[in-house]
């Protein structure tokens, strides 16, 4: 769907010759057919009859009319890149030229007025509006595109309530369990462990650890089991002069059991309180030799609480740690060399039998603010999840938050070609354009080094469909200015709705990146006056070709995020974006250890 070219209509005269038949050259009646009366002309060689035809004209033939002037319009309002209020916007514009044109905007018929300007005013909903101006005769078509945007009254720079949410279930908190007994198996917690007070530790060695996470209503059931626990001690003992003692204490299994609580914080972090800490040491033994009876006893308790407090501290300082790292809420994401600060915060924190659920409140903000514009509320959506051993789902407001971030903070404001972002593509040069720009690019050789820089007018407005591409990004009013050696030729407005798959690939490192396929629609308008004459319906056809290409060269480098939230490497096992309602875009995995 593009703007046709303008088409100069040019008419063309047929003369068709067959038979005339003359009118009499006086006054009486014409004779019958089968009359014996003839009538004969009075003779005279040196007049012709008053209302005979010049030589060489056909009578009564009136000669072709004039050309009609070439069809123009113009649109007067709304302006490009227009930020407007209310349901309703106008349009208003001027149509001239043509023989007999008809004009719609919007899909609505509208009559102009003597002087060729018309009025009129169309319903705009919340979001982005794309008004269609057409204007056909006979043959020759013109098309104006242009887009509004309305209801973009919110602080960019204002958390989005319920941003973010995930849940874990049951088998997925399992799963995670087994991936931190790893991470806490493949630490040296004797030096972890460091000074205990009366004890030496000397050397702390296990066969295997285990830990368990159930949820509960109310609480994570949390235990910590260490087998074949052997802790090797020294002690200085004051027996009338100085005992150093020796020995060690094993246990076939060490067990502490707690409730985890989570509760967020007035600062948006999350309180984790750890409750009961019973301690169980099955097959407890020791082996102290050579001392008084009174100081292997002393020795033998502290070996033993030495022992229970270990438990305690790994749970404390190395499990719980593991699964909740404060510093997994200072995430950013850089996009195309700028970084934007997410500004997680946790509102709610809840624990059930059907696993821990996390709601986040988010920012997206843009260190230097390129384009200012206030962006879009989120639409309201319940959301309904699990179905998955993890389940993150990310609200479309704060998708469109993400992306008007990145809008404001110029990212999209690409330069493609030499010294840009990225190269342009093969093919795509300035030989491809050259004809198209007509007697704006005269003088210029055909190698001439070609650049395109956009201008995004408008934010990019997110919404979550549930379809196989569910994440569906409108642009409008993007200006694309062609500029060859340093001269800008034309400009063109590009339209595109982008409809998005995302495949989830795990990466070599245990994050994820995001591989988008994109399914693009793209309106070209010529904007703005160029240098000299265009074709332009040829010129709009070469911009929607390279425009097809734009989504997908920003999503490239937009879409590879990593995945760090935790310090442990969590494997994924059929990751999948999906949408089963509007409003909420789910990652949803089952986990593995990696």
């Known amino acids: 769907m593009r703007r046709l070219a303008l088409l100069c209509l040019t008419a063309l005269g047929v003369l068709a010759c067959g038979e005339a038949t003359l009118k ?55 302006a490009r890149g227009a930020r407007v209020d209310g349901d309703r916007v106008a349009v208003t514009g001027r149509l001239t030229g043509g023989a007999a044109p008809t004009l719609t905007v919007g899909g609505q018929v509208v009559v102009p007025g003597p002087d060729g300007r018309f009025s009129t005013d169309l319903p705009s909903p919340q979001g982005l509006t794309r008004i269609i101006t057409e204007a056909r005769d006979g043959d020759t078509a013109l098309q104006d595109v242009r887009a509004v945007l309305r209801g973009a009254d919110a602080d960019p720079a204002a958390p989005v309530d319920d941003a973010v949410r995930a849940l874990v279930g049951p088998e997925g908190l399992a799963t995670l369990g087994e991936v931190v007994a790893a991470y806490v198996e493949g630490l040296d917690l004797t030096e972890l462990v460091g000074d205990t007070g009366e004890l030496e530790i000397e050397s702390l060695t ?153 709601g986040l409140s988010g920012r997206a903000v843009a260190p230097q603010v390129v384009r200012a514009g206030r962006a879009l509320p989120p639409t309201p959506g319940q959301g309904r999840f699990g179905g998955a051993h993890a389940d993150v789902g990310a609200r479309d407001g704060f998708v469109g938050r993400l992306l008007h971030a990145a809008w404001a903070g110029g990212v999209l404001d690409l330069t493609v070609g030499p010294g840009g972002v990225a190269e342009l593509p093969a093919g795509v040069g300035f030989g491809l354009f050259r004809g198209a720009l007509g007697e704006a690019a005269e003088g210029l050789a055909r190698d001439a080094e070609m650049v395109l820089r956009t201008r995004p007018l408008l934010p990019p407005v997110v919404t979550v469909v549930p379809d196989d591409r569910p994440l569906r990004v409108a642009i409008g009013d993007m200006l694309l200015d062609i500029e060859v050696d340093g001269r800008v030729l034309a400009t063109v407005s590009l339209h595109l709705d982008v409809a998005v798959a995302l495949t989830v690939v795990v990466a070599a490192d245990g994050g994820i990146e995001l591989e988008p396929d994109l399914a693009v629609e793209v309106w070209t308008d010529t904007a703005e006056a160029p240098v000299a004459p265009v074709d332009e319906a040829a010129l709009e056809q070469r911009v929607a070709t390279f425009a097809n290409l734009l989504p997908g060269l920003i999503a490239g480098q937009t879409f590879a995020v990593g995945a760090d939230a935790l310090p442990i490497p969590v494997g994924l096992q059929d990751a999948r974006v999906e949408a089963e309602d509007a409003a909420w875009l789910h990652v949803r995995a089952d986990l593995a250890p990696p």
């Open 24 to 78: 009499p050259t006086r006054e009486g009646p014409v004779p019958a057919p089968g009359s014996d009366r003839q009538e004969t002309p009075q003779a005279d060689a040196g007049l012709a009859p008053a209302d005979a035809a010049p030589p060489g004209v056909v009578p009564d033939m009136a000669p072709p009319p004039p050309p009609p002037d070439p069809l123009v319009l113009v649109i007067d309002a709304p």
């Open 206 to 358: 296990y066969e295997g650890v285990e830990v368990e996470l159930v949820p509960r209503d109310g609480y994570l059931a949390v235990r910590l089991i260490v087998k074949q626990l052997r802790v090797r001690v020294r002690a200085e003992v004051d027996l009338v002069f100085t005992v150093t003692i020796r020995g060690s204490a094993t246990a076939r299994r060490a067990i502490i059991d707690a409730r985890l609580r989570l509760r967020p914080t007035a600062e948006g972090g999350l309180d984790v309180q750890l409750d009961g800490g019973d301690v169980t040491l099955e097959g407890f033994d020791y082996d102290i030799n050579n001392v008084p009876d009174f100081a292997e006893n002393w020795f033998t308790d502290r070996v033993r609480r030495t022992a229970e407090g270990l438990l305690e501290d790994a749970l404390a300082d190395f499990v719980i740690p593991a699964l909740f790292d404060p510093s997994a809420l200072d995430q950013s994401l850089a996009i195309l060399g700028t970084t934007i600060d997410l500004g997680l915060r946790v509102q709610a924190a809840d624990v059930t039998p059907a696993g821990l659920a996390l």
